[in-house]
């Protein structure tokens, strides 16, 4: 941070060394992680953590503190988020849609997915991400943005439909033209899982879509997303079982192997040697 700093600034180098050389700097305050009272409810819960997110404040610094890599598998992305919590630093959308998946991990009826968007603004491209979440039949989000309705959506929309339209509403206001939305599949609650984030199961071209083709694509996704829950990754193998785990012994109703040639004539060879003929 403090060779970007010298980098960036006009002081460089010299204003770094000043403030690093005084002893009775404030003390910056640092945001807690939210906790709960058993009576607190879902859609509270939401809003505490979308508080405390909003308190790890935007980053305008021009250089990305935590580096993320969509392909990581899950359990590798939520030790990135504890250091979030850790250091509390500022951070940006993606960030904080990795922050928001490890807060909710322990609320198992909240289901969470990506929900990206492409728009377009004086011949120029804009990308932003949040964390859809969707609890008792009711949609909302959670994230991090410059603009305060491109973030949160508390958890009130009836449809997945109904929060895309949200969304871009608030783009609307900002005379950008939603371009591209992206969904991805529900995120497992396993902190230990081994599986990647599917990032966009669909991509629908908004601009190129009615409003009635639109909602049928995001009815199916919500579909898709449903048939998801049903059919739940397996846990996560544990470090005892990954030491333990060799080639299983077959049971009495498993069906027979097939043999190979090659390791047919390595078994007459075998029986060949051992009768003492070779």
């Not at 909003?54 to 990305?64: A, D, I, K, V, W």
């Not at 503190?65 to 630093?89: G, H």
Request: net charge positive.
């Amino acid at each position: 941070m403090w060779r970007h700093v010298a980098r960036i600034h006009p002081g460089g180098e010299a204003l770094g060394k000043k403030i690093r050389g005084v002893t009775d700097l404030p003390k910056i305050p640092v945001p807690s992680v939210p906790t709960y009272q058993p009576t607190t409810t879902i859609p509270q819960r939401l809003e505490a953590i979308q508080k405390y997110i909003r308190e790890l404040q935007y980053n305008h610094t021009g250089t990305q503190f935590f580096e993320i890599k969509k392909s990581r598998p899950l359990t590798a992305l939520m030790d990135i988020a504890k250091e979030m919590t850790r250091e509390a630093l500022p951070i940006k959308c993606l960030e904080a849609v990795i922050l928001g998946i490890y807060l909710t991990n322990n609320m198992p009826g909240v289901e969470r997915f990506p929900l990206s968007f492409k728009s377009h603004f004086s011949g120029n491209h804009f990308y932003h991400i949040v964390l859809g979440v969707h609890s008792g039949g009711r949609f909302g989000a959670l994230g991090m943005s410059r603009r305060e309705d491109l973030m949160f959506k508390p958890l009130e929309f009836r449809t997945l439909m109904d929060l895309v339209q949200g969304f871009e509403g608030a783009y609307r206001g900002y005379w950008h033209t939603l371009r591209k939305v992206k969904i991805g599949q529900y995120v497992s609650h396993d902190p230990h899982s081994v599986e990647q984030i599917e990032w966009k199961h669909s991509v629908l071209d908004v601009d190129k879509l009615t409003k009635e083709e639109l909602k049928k694509e995001l009815e199916r996704h919500t579909r898709d997303m449903r048939l998801k829950i049903g059919k739940a990754a397996p846990p996560s193998p544990t470090k005892d079982r990954r030491n333990s785990m060799g080639s299983p012994l077959r049971g009495p109703g498993s069906p027979m192997r097939r043999i190979s040639r090659v390791e047919k004539r390595r078994r007459k060879m075998a029986a060949h040697c051992s009768s003492g003929m070779g």
